[in-house]
DNA sequence: TCTGGGGTCCTAGGACCC
DNA sequence: TCTGGGGTCCTAGGACCC
């Protein structure tokens, strides 16, 4: 019987900045999407201050009660660093771990004896060591483990440890929790359960699995398979490699003129080659999207151009494709809300080789690796191409973005927690 | 004149996740 | 005034082929 616990960081993006901001402790705090526009990750002060996830915050802060809660701007790298702390304390005491997302991994346990204990001190570890509070939650299958990790979430008194590998006790928590909890059931398929008077994950699990593949395909009737304690998500130790990779914002004002519109694109495209060439891979197939702002009343436009391309990870020619789609989806008189790109059809870059590569191909690979070394040694962005303008003229607001405590040299401070 | 069935590939759209 | 960004998987339907 395979055993699996899913361990996560809570509010993680604020538990983050707070391991560097002692003064963060204690007080509601939230960290805020792209622009400054939603809040995106609460502690339970800001919680229980009736913050809700996503909501946008110039709303909240209309309300007297959250004029008192402390907000940053989002720090991806901070936050990127501390997960890889957090997954380096994990790789050390668990045999196979599973990051499954910034602030989540799964760990397989199975055979290992006095679990709930074992599982305290891996809490206490990555509290210690990584400066992050976690929960955790076990069970039969991935599914049960991501429903036990929930559980200790809401119920402070499991001490952030929900062990579900009891049948008995399984039934309990299935008939007292609603449908929606479970991992792999929105809002949507929830809605339409409900409608047929399920709502419990007991109502859920009793269904005979024929009908669930009925109503929910192959996706929904493997969710009631993992609830009934039949493992179908095995841990992924070597992550499939990535199918796309993509770069969109909102910008920061609307944007009218076909030149800034070119320069954000261009910085998008910057970005999406940089990705590229971290996991040494070529795109085969580019798409562009721009659109209007469908809040605030204008025109609606939007539209995406998309082509297949000589495999590239170079720069220059991602710009220039992008910028050639982008100029045949251009319309003028509106205002650009969004735009992003996306890249595809991806294979791995060619070793460099005299014997079969182009004088072009050895002479890309070499400017762009001189390109990535001058970034990584002096800052992202410190070189990059003309197309991407002098000023992000399109940015968004980061009102509050803490420093770069865990990357940046220049920026780092006396670490107060290490 | 009668008028099949199955396979593949592609795309768009929906739903879900964090 | 101010409403995130980046992914995955599945299905349906059309085009095309034999």
């Known amino acids: 019987m395979p055993v699996f616990a899913l361990i996560d960081g809570n509010s993680f993006y604020c538990s983050a900045e707070r391991a560097f901001a002692p003064e963060l402790r204690g007080v509601p705090l939230v960290v805020l999407s792209n622009n400054d526009g939603c809040a995106i990750a609460r502690t339970t002060e800001a919680k229980a201050l009736g913050i809700k996830m996503g909501e946008p915050w110039h709303l909240a802060l209309r309300r ?6 402390e907000w940053r701007s989002s720090n991806y790298p901070l936050y990127g660093d501390m997960s890889r702390r957090m997954y380096e304390v ?9 990051p499954y997302s910034i602030d989540e991994m799964f760990l397989d346990l199975t055979g290992l004896p006095d679990l709930e204990n074992f599982c305290r001190r891996l809490r206490d570890d990555v509290r210690r060591l ?138 998008f495209a910057t970005r999406a080659a940089e990705k590229l060439r971290t996991d040494g891979l070529q795109a085969g197939h580019l798409s562009v999207f721009a659109h209007t702002n469908p809040h605030n009343g204008d025109a609606w436009y ?3 151009r998309a082509a297949q ?45 005299r014997l079969f590569s182009t004088r072009d191909a050895v002479k890309s690979a070499r400017a762009m690796a001189a390109l990535d070394a001058v970034n990584a040694r002096f800052g992202s962005g410190t070189l990059r191409p003309a197309a991407t303008g002098m000023i992000k003229t399109w940015a968004g607001r980061q009102a509050r973005h803490s420093p770069r405590y865990t990357t940046r040299a220049e920026e780092m401070l006396i670490a107060k927690a290490f």
């Open 90 to 98: 994990l790789a050390a005491r668990v045999p196979q771990v599973e």
């Open 302 to 304: 939007s539209a995406s």
């Open 64 to 69: 007297p009660a959250c004029k008192q809660v």
């Open 130 to 267: 990584a400066k992050i509070p976690t929960c955790v939650g076990i069970g039969p299958t991935k599914t049960i483990a991501k429903l036990a990790n929930r559980i200790a979430k809401d119920d402070y008194t499991l001490h952030g440890v929900c062990d579900l590998r009891d049948p008995a006790t399984r039934a309990t928590c299935y008939a007292q929790s609603p449908l929606s909890m479970v991992w792999g059931i929105g809002g949507k398929t929830a809605e339409k359960l409900n409608k047929l008077g399920i709502t419990s994950i007991a109502d859920f699990v009793r269904l005979a699995p024929e009908q669930v593949r009925e109503l929910l395909t192959v996706t929904g009737a493997r969710v009631q398979a993992e609830l009934r304690g039949q493992s179908c998500i095995p841990l992924t130790l070597m992550p499939p490699p990535r199918q796309a990779i993509a770069v969109t914002r909102s910008f920061g004002r609307l944007v009218t003129s076909w030149g800034e519109l070119r320069e954000a694109v261009a910085a």
């Open 309 to 353: 391309i000589e495999p590239t990870a170079d720069t220059l020619t991602l710009i220039t494709e992008a910028v050639r789609l982008l100029r045949t989806i251009w319309r003028p008189n509106f205002r650009y809300f969004k735009a992003g790109i996306m890249l595809g059809d991806f294979a791995p870059a060619q070793k460099q080789s």
